[in-house]
C-alpha cells in the first residue's frame, strides 16, 4: 500500500517543471537568430528577474518580445487543454474524450467567431472589448459540451459510444460552421481558415488577453483541482460516487464549466490545437497513475511541454514558412486516438 | 455449509435484544417518465424494521420493485409518502457526506474506466472522512487494511482490479464498503456473477461482519437457499408490492413463494431449522 502523498506530487511537479524549463530554453534558441544554449539559460534567469538591461536591444526583441511570448502562450494553451482533457475524460467516464474529439474546441471557435462579429456592434471599452472574444470562446465551449452531453445520454446514463459519435458529428458540423463564416461574413482566405481550423500560435496577442488566459488558467485550473479526489470516484458512476459520499451536482457543475473556460481561452488565442487534451493525460497516467491529485497537475505541465515542443516543430520544419500546430499534433494524436479505440474495442 | 443450531439461536437472541436501527415506515414511490403521466411502475407502501447486526432480504421476482426499495432506503430515492429512519434520521435527508458515513452500498458490478490496485479501491471507501483533496491518513490506511484482512481479502491488497477473479473483486468491493465504517449495509444481488462457492463465501463474510461490527445488513437477492440459511428477515416482494416480512422458517410458505416466483416448489425444514427450497419438475 502506497498512498500518493503531497510530497509525491510536488516532486513529480518538479521534475517536469525542470523539463519544461529546458524545453522553453531550447524553444527558444531554435530558429534563425543563433544563439548559445547557455547564454539564453542564463537570460531567460536575467529576464525572469527583471535584469534586461545588460541585453541588446535586436536579441531582446527576437528572442524575448517575440519567441517567448509565442512559446508563453503555447504553455498555457497545452496546460489549459490537458487539464480540460483529463477533466472530460473523468466526467464523461471516457477514455478518449478530448476538447477536439468531442467538438468542444470548434464550439468555442464558433464562439470567438461569433464575439468578432458581434463586437463592433456593442459599444465597449477598448480593454473589456478585447476579452469579448474570450468570453464568446467559454460561452461557445460551454454550450458545445452541454449539447454533447446530451447527445451522447441514452436511458439516463452516458453510453460511451453515442457520446462519441455525437461529439465527432457535432466537431463536423461546427467545424463546417466556421469554415463558412470565416469566407463569407468574416471575408478571410482558406490559408487563415486551415490556420484557425488546425491550431496556431503565431498570431500576436494583446497583453490584456494574454493576462487572462493566465489568470484564467490558474482559476479554473485549482477549481478542476480542489475536485480531485472527487473525479477519482466519478470514474465508477455517477451513483457509484454518490454513494461514497460525491456531491455529484455541484462537482459536475465546477468541473463542466472550468473545463469549458480552459477549452474556451485556449481557443480563442490559438484555434482548434487537437489532441493534447487526449495524448497528454493518457502518458501522464502511464508514468504516474490515474489518480487525479496527481494527475491534473502533471497534465499542466505535460500538455505545456507537448505545445511548446509542437510549435517549435511547426515553425522550424518547413522555415521560413510555417505549419499550423495542431498538424503536428495532429499526426502524433490521431493514430494514438486509433490505438486507444482499437485496445478498448479489444 | 455446516449447521450450526447453537450459533443460530444464539445469533437470533442477540438480534431480538439489539435495538431497532432502520425503520421503513410506508415508504412508496412511483415511476413516471414526467408528472403529467401515469405511473410506469408503483411501489406500494412498505414497512419494516431492522435492527443491529440483523441481515434481512429483500426478495422477489424481476420488476417486484426490490432494487426500487434499497434505494428509498439508501436515500438516493425521495419517497413518495412515508419515510425511512437511520438511527433518528431520516436517510434521504441526509447530507451526501453523512450519509456515506452511515450507509455504504455494494452495487452489483464495480465498472472501471482505469485499472486501480486492490487498496487504493479500498481506500475509496475513505472518502466520506475526508477533507478537499483527502491525502490519506495513517488512520485511513489502517481502515483499509482492516477492511480487507476483515474479507480475507489482504493476499489481493497490491492486485489490479481487471485481474482478479469475480469472486475476489466482490470481496474487494466489499471491503471498500467497510472502509466506510457504516451503520446500514446494502447489497444490491452481489450474488450475480458468482459461483456457488463464491455467493456462500460472501454470505458467510456478511454474517460473520454483521455479528462483529453489528451492521445493519439489508441484501437484495434472488437466492432462496441462502437466504433461507443466513438471513434473520425477508421482505417478500411481488409487482410493487411487499406480500410479507418475517423470517425465512415463517415468510416460505411453498403456496407463497409458488405464486410469487410462478414454479412449481417444494420447501423443507433443514437440521438447523432452517427452510431449503427445491425446484420440482413440472410432473411433481
Known amino acids: 500500500m502506497r498512498p500518493l502523498t503531497v510530497g509525491r506530487v510536488l516532486t513529480r511537479c518538479a521534475l517536469l517543471a525542470v523539463v519544461l524549463f529546458l524545453v522553453i530554453v531550447i524553444a527558444l534558441k531554435l530558429g534563425a537568430v543563433p544563439v548559445s544554449l547557455y547564454a539564453l539559460g542564463r537570460d531567460v534567469i536575467r529576464v525572469a528577474l527583471h535584469q534586461t538591461s545588460e541585453l541588446s536591444s535586436d536579441y531582446r526583441l527576437i528572442i524575448f518580445d517575440i519567441r517567448l511570448p509565442r512559446i508563453l502562450l503555447g504553455t498555457f494553451v497545452g496546460a489549459s487543454l490537458a487539464v480540460a482533457g483529463a477533466s472530460f475524460q473523468a466526467l464523461l467516464r471516457n477514455p478518449l474524450a478530448d476538447p477536439y474529439i468531442l467538438g468542444i474546441s470548434n464550439g468555442a471557435g464558433v464562439g470567438a467567431m461569433a464575439a468578432l462579429l458581434l463586437e463592433p456592434h456593442i459599444p465597449l471599452a477598448a480593454g473589456i472589448a478585447a476579452l469579448f472574444t474570450p468570453l464568446g470562446a467559454f460561452a461557445g465551449a460551454l454550450v458545445t459540451i452541454i449539447a454533447v452531453y446530451f447527445l451522447g445520454r441514452r436511458k439516463g446514463e452516458i453510453d460511451s459510444n453515442t457520446l462519441l459519435l455525437g461529439g465527432v458529428i457535432t466537431a463536423s458540423f461546427l467545424s463546417a460552421l466556421q469554415m463558412f463564416l470565416f469566407n463569407t461574413v468574416m471575408g478571410r482566405d482558406l490559408h487563415g481558415t486551415a490556420f484557425w481550423l488546425m491550431g496556431d500560435l503565431s498570431t500576436a496577442q494583446q497583453p490584456i488577453v494574454s493576462w487572462v488566459v493566465r489568470f484564467g488558467f490558474f482559476a479554473a485550473a485549482a477549481a478542476i483541482y480542489t475536485t480531485a479526489s472527487d473525479l477519482n470516484l466519478l470514474l465508477a458512476g455517477e451513483k457509484e460516487a454518490m454513494h461514497l459520499g460525491v456531491d455529484v451536482r455541484r462537482v459536475s457543475l465546477v468541473v463542466y464549466v472550468a473545463a469549458s473556460l480552459l477549452t474556451g481561452l485556449a481557443v480563442s488565442v490559438s484555434g482548434a490545437v487537437g489532441y493534447v487534451g487526449l495524448l497528454v493525460p493518457h502518458a501522464m497516467r502511464w508514468l504516474f497513475g490515474s489518480d487525479h491529485r496527481i494527475l491534473i497537475p502533471t497534465a499542466a505541465f505535460g500538455g505545456a511541454i507537448a505545445v511548446v515542443v509542437a510549435d517549435t516543430i511547426a515553425r522550424t520544419v518547413v522555415a521560413p514558412a510555417e505549419l499550423p500546430v495542431g498538424a503536428i499534433s495532429a499526426l502524433v494524436g490521431a493514430p494514438f486516438f486509433i490505438y486507444l479505440l482499437r485496445r478498448r474495442l479489444a | ?284
Open chain 2, 1 to 284: 455449509m455446516s449447521a450450526r443450531p447453537s450459533t443460530l439461536a444464539a445469533r437470533a437472541d442477540v438480534a431480538r435484544t439489539a435495538e431497532v436501527r432502520l425503520s421503513v415506515e410506508q415508504v412508496s414511490y412511483a415511476y413516471a417518465p414526467n408528472p403529467s403521466q401515469a405511473p410506469l411502475f408503483t411501489l406500494e407502501a412498505t414497512s419494516f424494521q431492522a435492527r443491529a447486526g440483523e441481515i434481512v432480504a429483500v426478495l422477489g421476482p424481476n420488476a417486484s420493485g426490490k432494487s426500487t426499495l434499497l434505494k428509498l432506503i439508501s436515500g438516493a430515492l425521495q419517497p413518495l409518502s412515508g419515510r425511512v429512519m437511520l438511527d433518528g434520521f431520516a436517510t434521504h435527508s441526509l447530507p451526501t457526506r453523512t450519509r456515506a458515513q452511515r450507509i455504504a452500498m455494494v452495487q452489483q458490478e464495480s465498472q472501471l474506466v482505469f485499472p486501480s490496485r486492490a487498496w487504493e479501491f479500498v481506500l475509496q471507501g475513505r472518502h466520506p472522512y475526508s477533507r478537499t483533496l483527502h491525502f490519506e491518513s495513517e488512520t485511513d490506511l489502517a481502515v483499509a487494511r482492516n477492511a480487507l484482512a476483515q474479507v480475507g481479502a489482504e493476499p489481493l491488497m497490491d492486485r489490479w482490479m481487471n485481474q482478479i477473479s469475480g469472486g475476489e473483486r466482490q470481496r474487494v468491493i466489499l471491503a471498500r464498503a467497510l472502509a466506510q465504517q457504516p451503520l446500514l449495509l446494502l447489497l444490491d444481488e452481489p450474488t450475480l456473477h458468482l459461483d456457488i462457492g463464491a455467493q456462500v463465501d460472501l454470505l458467510e463474510a456478511l454474517r460473520r461482519l454483521a455479528a462483529e461490527n453489528r451492521y445493519t445488513v439489508i441484501v437484495v437477492t434472488h437466492e432462496l437457499n441462502l437466504v433461507g440459511e443466513y438471513a434473520d428477515q425477508v421482505v417478500l416482494m411481488q409487482r410493487g408490492r411487499c406480500l410479507r416480512v418475517g423470517t425465512p422458517a415463517a415468510v416460505y410458505q411453498r403456496e407463497l413463494l409458488e405464486q410469487v416466483f410462478q414454479a412449481q416448489l417444494s420447501v423443507e425444514l433443514g437440521a438447523n431449522g432452517r427452510p431449503r427450497v427445491s425446484l420440482l419438475s413440472q410432473g411433481g
